[in-house]
């Protein structure tokens, strides 16, 4: 796999995002990062761009898939429940981050965390997408979150 890297300024986008655009659209692409960098004037979006050699379909991406799942069907009423509270604290987290949802954790990694009831940094580190970066981001706060979420289920089940 490749990876280069293109810079977006924000004042003056127009040539960088025609090179990143025809960049893209002749290319095996498996995955984007990008990054928004404040600096005043010279702010900028940074892309490192995931791609391969070869024939197959010029843009892939895992988060844009046809295919929706419908974890109310998957999940059992309990863990849909977990999940559906997980959904609520990761809106919220990417709203302070000023980011979008799936940039914390997409919905099949928080079906993951429910269903393989994760308690600590390494099983986190497990499911598929959640790598170092995620981890040190939003580890802590999704395994404090689990536990809140688990501990207020607990105490709902003992007062009845």
Not at 50 to 75: F, H
Not at 111 to 134: D, P, W, Y
Request: aromatic share 10%; glycine share 6%; proline share 4%.
């Amino acid at each position: 796999m490749k990876y280069p890297f293109f810079t977006i300024p924000a004042l003056n986008p127009v040539a960088a995002q025609s090179e990143l655009n025809g960049f893209l659209s002749q290319k095996r692409i498996c995955h984007v990062d990008r990054e928004f960098v404040a600096a005043g004037e010279g702010s900028f979006w940074s892309f490192c761009i995931g791609w391969l050699d070869g024939q197959g379909p010029l843009l892939t991406n895992p988060t844009s898939s046809n295919k929706r799942v419908d974890y109310k069907e998957v999940l059992n009423e309990e863990d849909f429940a977990f999940y559906t509270q997980l959904r609520e604290w990761r809106k919220s987290i990417a709203q302070r981050d000023g980011t979008r949802p799936y940039n914390v954790f997409t919905n099949e990694q928080l079906a993951a965390i429910v269903q393989q009831k994760i308690n600590n940094r390494s099983a986190l580190r497990s499911i598929e997408g959640i790598g170092h970066t995620r981890v040190e981001k939003y580890g802590e706060a999704v395994l404090v979150e689990c536990k809140r979420i688990l501990q207020a289920g607990s105490d709902e089940a003992n007062a009845n």
